[in-house]
């Protein structure tokens, strides 16, 4: 694509490692209920099946998240089956919330999320260190001061 | 232009509480006509009379507690028996003025100011309600304030006079014929509905015909405000041209007053439904940040955008784009044969074409819809290829505006233009931001001022 960057950063290891433990917890869990309760135990099977296709699938979709700090915007990319660039300018950023789930504070994980005036704006990026999401807020709440542009 | 000195204190009209009451100000009228003429004896209607004098005084109070003033820059309004409140709208941050007159305000000669403020928290300041014939004056006035504040923030001051006397300049009345009948034919299936129902209440056995009739009465109703709202809104708006940017006016009962400024206009839509296009009319709708927020506007606005022509012939729709965006972009070009597989029933509507300043996209199945976004309001730039798009080496690039309706979509173009075009509109837009706000108002005033010309051709048939 015409803006690719020089080096895209990615999210940490570790979202890939969260994304699979979901996946696997998700259908073990599943599993078992449905040999226990289910009417045959195919079910069981069925979900582990499930489990085992998505597993290269989680990889994918893990290596396909990244983002690009360039001089005047922010890149973000995303999306296996649906391969979504957004660009956002950063004298356009009205705020930037970094949020962080249970399963997510676990593995020291934080997601970083851009706001535009715009509510079609999805840029958001998970899956950072906890200290990376806290640099990349600073650094776009800095950026985004310095250019900011009226509506 | 010198900042004002301090003025005193400003009230409302006393008799805004009666307005503002509204409802309950017919029902206590209600009750109070039995009072006046009837027979009864004084005493049964004390609880009665409790109640409306203590409705009169919340009035009283409440207006008592009002006041506003401008203070330098700012407007403040002070307001709140209890729990005081004192609001400060800074004017630079003016987005529009309206004015609005409901119908009880008309007939007491009253009406509101309504100051539209930007960013996205950006309420709305209300001055309900002013004496009649001050409000012009008081709306010029803040009109004025607003654009010396924002000017003060640059080097020049903005001392130059103004070029034309402040009249303004008709450019175009919406014609009440051509407006129900647009309305009805844009909501065709209303109407079809509705014949189907009388058809099948004139057929139908008793029994039937009584279901019939009354949910379809229930629902007739409905239908009926909902066209009796647009009407209302509608009627006989004028488009009028003026120093500060198109004034628009109109409305049946409730009159409404409003300048739209042209560096304040996010994006440009010109809607034509299906069963418009034989007839060549077009509704053109503009997005202006600030101008959708729930608060006191009406409901029926809420998934609409903002109609500055809700009905009128293309050539006049295209005028009045060419008065918003100068630059608009001229040569649109149709995205590659094999999008066809894709969107069978959009392609043929599918195109977009873009200026230095400007991007415009057409896309829609039934309904044509062309949006303008002039691309130092641009947001952010989205750049998605679904499974299919992959298949057929198609991308698609979108472009954000602050707007919540308008969004201006490159659809299904060719993968590698979809590439190109995200680079070069990130760039121009980067480039269209950073242009000094007023060498961009004085290009428009210049083209507005050399327009003005040929505006006075253009009417409606």
Known sequence: MGVEPEEWRTPSRQLLTLRRVEVGVSALVAAVVLALAGPTAYLAVGALVTAAIAWPLVGRRYRSWGYAEREDDLLVRRGVMFARLSVVPYGRMQFIDVTAGPLERAFGLATVRLHTAAAATDARIPGLEREEAARLRDRLAELGEAQAAGL | MSPAPPESWHRLHPLSPVVRGGRATIAVAIILIPIAFGHDSFGRQVPQLGVIALIVLAGLVSWLVTRWRIEDDDLRIETGLIRRQSLRFPLAQVQAIDVVRPGLARLFRVAELRL??????????????????????????????????????????????????????????????????????????????????????????????????????????????????????????TVAEGPDGLHLRGGLVALTAEVIRPGRVQAVRLVEPALWRPLGWCRLEVDIAGRQRRKGEGEAQRGQLHALIPVGKRSLGLELVDRLLPDRPRELTRPPQRVVWKSPFRYRALSWGRSDTCVATTSGRLRRVTCWVPLEKVQSLRHVQGPVQRRLRLASVHVDTAGRAAHATLRDRDAGEAATALEELTDLARAARRRPALARADEVRDNAACSRSVGASARPA
């Not at chain 2, 299936?189 to 129902?197: N, P, R, S, T």
Request: glycine letters at 8%; zero cysteines; proline letters at 8%.
């Open chain 2, 116 to 237: 539209r403020m930007a960013g996205s928290s950006g309420g709305t300041a209300r001055l309900a309600y002013v004496a009649e014939h001050e409000v012009e004056p008081l709306r010029d006035e803040l009109l004025a304030l607003a654009r010396g504040a924002r000017h003060d923030e640059s080097p020049t001051p903005a001392a130059e006079p103004e070029p034309a006397p402040p009249e303004e300049h008709v450019l175009a009345i919406v014609p009440t014929g051509p407006l129900v009948a647009s309305i009805l034919l844009e909501n065709w299936w209303l109407v079809v509905i509705f014949v189907g129902l009388l058809i099948g209440l004139a057929v139908s056995p008793h029994t039937v015909a009584g279901l019939l009739a009354g949910s379809g009465f229930v629902w007739a109703l409905s239908m009926a405000t909902f066209v009796w709202r647009r009407f209302n809104q509608q009627y006989r708006l």
